[in-house]
């Protein structure tokens, strides 16, 4: 989860816009490769037809771990979860952003870009790309978040 090497795959529709831009050169400047999904100026835009691409691509096993925003986090975060090996969480805090890799296994990270600090999101990044999955009991609970349909 926490090699520089991993390309990353970031989106964001016009909310989140700020905030990918902010993060993606942090986590550049940190090392890591990224796929930019858009959007990719402040121009009001459909966030669906920005999160469905990245989704996609994770979901096909393209690349391993997304980060996406919009303005509340939400539609970026049900768009992507309508991908069986989605497994977005939208986060607003660090200890949040931790439990959805300890407890989910989450492989996308969504991001209120109008409602938390930048810096305060760079934490939570960087908590969600070096904290690993706990495994044990968590591991039969995330097996049927697809299992049972
Ligand atoms: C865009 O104004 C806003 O609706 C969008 O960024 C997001 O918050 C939707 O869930």
Redesign the pocket.
């Known amino acids: 989860m926490k090699e520089s090497s991993t390309i990353l795959a970031m989106a964001s529709?016009?909310?989140?816009f700020e905030m990918k831009e902010f993060l993606k050169k942090k986590l550049i400047e940190a090392g890591y490769k990224i796929k930019d999904f858009g959007t990719h100026s402040e121009e009001s835009v459909d966030?669906p037809d920005i999160i469905h691409p990245l989704a996609k691509a994770i979901n096909n096993g393209e690349y391993k771990i997304g980060i996406i925003m919009?303005?509340?986090g939400?539609?970026?975060q049900i768009v992507a979860n309508k991908y069986p090996n989605v497994r977005a969480g939208l986060c607003w805090n660090e200890e949040q952003t931790m439990l959805i890799r300890l407890h989910n296994n989450a492989n996308i990270l969504s991001l209120p870009g109008r409602f938390i600090p930048f810096d305060q999101a760079w934490k939570m990044v960087e908590i969600f790309l070096s904290t690993d999955f706990e495994g044990g009991r968590h591991v039969q609970r995330v097996d049927k978040i697809s299992k049972i349909l």
């Open positions: 529709d016009h909310g989140g966030y919009c303005g509340s939400n539609g970026a």
